[in-house]
């Protein structure tokens, strides 16, 4: 959308669907709760004929979001993973796929759950190493598909080197940009060619839609995207459009909240006694610093930490009052998560040793309440769990 790209992201945020509505000029666009569609005449549409292929109140979204990722053409759909099948439904039997290795647990289950009852395979990697991406590679290989920062444990790929590489070798490179968002990071403009969303999280921002995204780059696979998005059927209702919408516009300003608010309780938890290791790509010591800084303009407010004892893990999750202890990320409110228990109990338990993923390992997705109270409430929970842990025994 041409007529907005003179304007920086903050303002296009803002101003989602405020200046498309011709009719009554409605600065909010209004929710179309309709399916079909009158048509003028034989042979004419006004552009709309059934809802499952277009939406008013969806197209807006849906340019809104193409636009914001530098793409040509955007795709709403009924969740993260409904957008994630779309994307992997290009692919076929006999195909296979490079994934990143520390994967979102529910792509890694549709992966091997379901695509490959198709006849779909993947190899897992470390994507940030271009000899592995390279032995991996096979006559049938087609697509690249990378996380970055991936979740949890916030491993950085180099997005424009991973997709100098696939170009050469004519496989497409796709990113699921859930945690950084166009806000921070645009995969299309260092060469991937798709950009999956969970908009769930930080696009919609309240833990209150469920919704995914696809913007994809080039006509031919836009085409491809329309088609299997109407095919197959899941796409984002109305309201949950307008939802989503009203969520963005405010996404600059929160951004930059999670991030501030993230880093310095990632340096606080630097400095705690009970603390062992904290992922989190803003502190310079992290292996992917100089990568995301490159390629990025900002940092997600999720990262992770480690406690020197798993026996810690459980009262410290009793103990922490504001914030909760629920597997969701990028919403305001803050949460805190055991990835080896919740999101990432379906991944098999020698992988996730191998990444890292062990029972001393909470995830942490800081929301934008005051900084000051986020730490006093996670200080607090950790000196409790302590002095349980380790109090009887000083007393012996
Ligand atoms: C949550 C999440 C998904 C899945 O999205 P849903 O909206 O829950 O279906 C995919 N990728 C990442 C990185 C996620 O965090």
Not at 69 to 96: K, R, W
Not at 198 to 223: C, M, P, R, W
Not at 337 to 342: E, F, I, K, L
Request: aromatic share 8%.
């Amino acid at each position: 959308m041409d007529k907005n790209t003179r304007f920086k992201i903050e303002s296009r945020l803002a101003q989602i669907g405020s200046i498309e509505e011709p009719v009554t000029g409605a600065i909010n666009f209004p929710i179309y709760q309709a399916t079909a569609f009158r048509h003028p005449q034989l042979g004419k549409s006004t552009g709309f004929d059934y809802a499952r292929t277009q939406n008013p109140t969806r197209k807006v979204l849906e340019e809104a979001a193409a636009e914001l990722e530098s793409g040509d053409a955007g795709f709403a759909c009924s969740s993260g993973m409904a957008a994630l099948q779309i994307v992997f439904t290009l692919f076929g039997q006999g195909d296979h796929l490079i994934v990143s290795l520390d994967l979102y647990g529910g792509t890694y289950r549709l992966l091997e759950r379901i695509l490959s009852k198709f006849g779909v395979s993947a190899t897992y990697v470390d994507t940030n190493n271009l000899d592995e991406l390279e032995q991996s590679r096979r006559p049938n290989t087609k697509a690249v598909f990378i996380e970055t920062p991936t979740n949890p444990l916030m491993m950085i790929t180099d997005i424009e080197a991973v997709s100098n590489w696939a170009q050469r070798h004519n496989l497409l490179t796709i990113v699921d940009n859930t945690l950084l968002t166009p806000f921070f990071q645009r995969p299309l403009e260092l060469g991937a060619d798709i950009v999956v969303h969970s908009a769930t999280k930080y696009l919609g921002g309240h833990n209150d839609v469920l919704a995914g995204l696809i913007v994809t780059k080039g006509t031919e696979l836009s085409a491809e995207i329309a088609f299997l998005h109407n095919s197959i059927g899941a796409v984002l209702g109305p309201t949950d459009s307008y939802q989503l919408m009203r969520g963005m516009k405010t996404l600059a300003l929160r951004m930059e909240r999670h991030e501030s608010n993230a880093t310095a309780i990632a340096k606080f938890l630097l400095t705690h006694s009970a603390v062992a290791e904290v992922f989190y790509p803003a502190l310079p010591d992290h292996p992917g610093y100089e990568i995301q800084n490159k390629q990025s303009s900002g940092n997600t407010g999720i990262f992770s930490f480690k406690v020197k004892d798993a026996r810690y893990v459980e009262p410290l999750l009793r103990h922490i009052r504001l914030i909760a202890f629920a597997e969701s990320l990028g919403g305001v409110e803050s949460l805190m998560t055991y990835p080896a228990v919740q999101t990432h109990a379906d991944i098999p338990e020698e992988i996730r040793q191998a990444v890292g993923v062990d029972d001393r390992l909470l995830r942490f997705s800081v929301g934008i309440e005051h900084v000051d109270d986020l730490i006093a409430d996670l200080g607090g929970a950790l000196d409790a769990a302590v002095e349980e842990i380790e109090g009887g025994a000083k007393h012996e």
